[in-house]
């Protein structure tokens, strides 16, 4: 089973202080893609994003450059004749962001940002479009501009619904409309589409449906929430130093710092087997024997969530003072209650650079 989200233009838009060096969907999306890769849901969800979308958004990203760079260029004019003379180089923007040119640039960013999404095609045959005008069916909507009934309004919603029920779907699947438009009553359109069916305006809600619907336990985000606490990293950066302590003393190795990034602690399910993870090095490689407990003193031979935890070591050699860096990535048990490991990684530089086995 997999969800399908598809996004609107009122969701993906920048409401404010666009970037026009490049294009961009707003922070809401980061959060999708963030939370998605946080929870490691990527063979879960597909991101999609109707054509119709995109041009709308390229057509904002085009009048909004129009609008601020004429009136830029306005104040560029009037600083040009008070500071002309006393600056050391004239105001000007670079080539590529004339005017006239820059529709084929930011057409060119959206472009390359957008390359990894899914982008259905406009729906093939418009016979059912032309239907739902007639009979006026949701997300078509009757309204009065001028004093005149307009009863074809929401074009733009209904060449998005329609993708979304042309859209090839398993009958497991399940999908989300990301949108914040009122026109889309999720009441009536359920009735079109035979898969679980959603619209939802806010990421809160979002992320509380796809918890749901995929049945995510509340220990993973307990636990996830744990191990990115400042309590647990800090517990964790000293648990490592006292167990690298005397190992480090007989290689005559100082541990200068330990980095942990936060954002990319994550949780997964794993097996007992998992505890045995190959270590990439930067020049070179080794094993770490990892053994996991419960809180009981039980060692672990069952499934359970498993907290994964980059971290970066710092080393100097003594003698030398040469720097050098090594990775790893940290396992830990579900209540996180006690980490053991045994063993220190057999390849460490020396002053030339060169590898030394102290295995040998």
């Known amino acids: 089973m997999k969800t399908h989200i598809f996004f609107d233009t009122n969701i993906l838009e920048i409401p404010k202080s666009?970037?026009?060096?490049?294009?961009?969907?707003?922070?809401?999306?980061?959060?999708?893609?963030?939370?998605?890769?946080?929870?490691?849901?990527?063979?879960?969800?597909?991101i999609i994003v109707p054509k119709i979308v995109l041009e709308e958004l390229l057509k904002h990203y085009k009048e909004d450059f129009k609008e601020k760079y004429d009136k830029v260029k306005n104040e560029i004019i009037e600083i040009d004749k008070c500071f002309g003379s006393v600056l050391n180089q004239p105001l000007e923007f670079l080539p590529k962001y004339n005017k006239s040119e820059y529709y084929k640039f930011i057409k060119k960013s959206l472009k390359e940002y957008t390359e990894n999404l899914i982008i259905p095609p406009y729906p093939?045959?418009?016979?059912?479009?032309?239907?739902?005008?007639?009979?006026?069916?949701?997300?078509f909507v009757s309204r009065k501009i001028n004093g005149k009934d307009h009863k074809d309004g929401g074009f733009k919603d209904v060449v998005i619904w329609e993708t979304i029920l042309k859209y090839n779907f398993e009958s497991e699947d399940v999908i989300?409309?990301?949108?914040?438009?009122?026109?889309?009553?999720?009441?009536?359109?359920?009735?079109?589409?035979?898969?679980?069916?959603?619209?939802?305006?806010?990421?809160?809600?979002?992320?509380e449906f796809i918890i749901d619907v995929h049945e995510i336990s509340d220990p993973y985000y307990k636990i996830l929430k744990l191990a990115k606490s400042d309590y647990f990293v800090k517990d964790l950066v000293k648990k490592i130093k006292n167990q690298l302590k005397h190992q480090l003393e007989e290689d005559n190795i100082s541990l200068k710092e330990i980095n942990i990034d936060k954002n990319k602690i994550k949780v997964l399910y794993a097996t007992y087997d998992d505890a045995y993870d190959m270590i990439e090095w930067d020049y070179g490689k080794g094993y770490y024997d990892m053994h996991f407990y419960d809180k009981h003193g039980d060692e672990l031979?069952?499934?359970?969530?498993?907290?994964?935890?980059?971290?970066?070591f710092i080393y100097e050699e003594r003698d030398s003072g040469t720097?050098?860096?090594?990775?790893?990535?940290?396992?830990?048990?579900?209540?996180?209650?006690?980490?053991?490991?045994?063993?220190?990684?057999?390849?460490?530089?020396?002053?030339?650079r060169e590898i030394i086995d102290y295995d040998k």
């Not at 720097?323 to 006690?338: A, G, P, Q, R, T």
Request: hydrophobic share 35%.
């Open 301 to 312: 031979t069952e499934e359970y969530l498993k907290a994964t935890i980059p971290v970066e």
């Open 18 to 46: 666009k970037d026009f060096s490049q294009f961009k969907f707003s922070g809401e999306f980061q959060k999708v893609i963030d939370f998605i890769d946080e929870y490691n849901l990527c063979d879960k969800i597909n």
């Open 323 to 352: 720097h050098f860096k090594s990775y790893n990535c940290i396992d830990c048990i579900s209540d996180l209650v006690e980490i053991r490991s045994y063993g220190y990684p057999a390849y460490i530089l020396d002053k030339n």
């Open 176 to 207: 989300v409309l990301f949108s914040k438009d009122s026109d889309f009553e999720e009441a009536i359109l359920k009735k079109e589409i035979k898969n679980t069916f959603r619209v939802i305006s806010n990421f809160s809600t979002l992320k």
């Open 124 to 139: 093939k045959d418009i016979s059912s479009i032309i239907e739902r005008a007639i009979d006026i069916r949701k997300p």
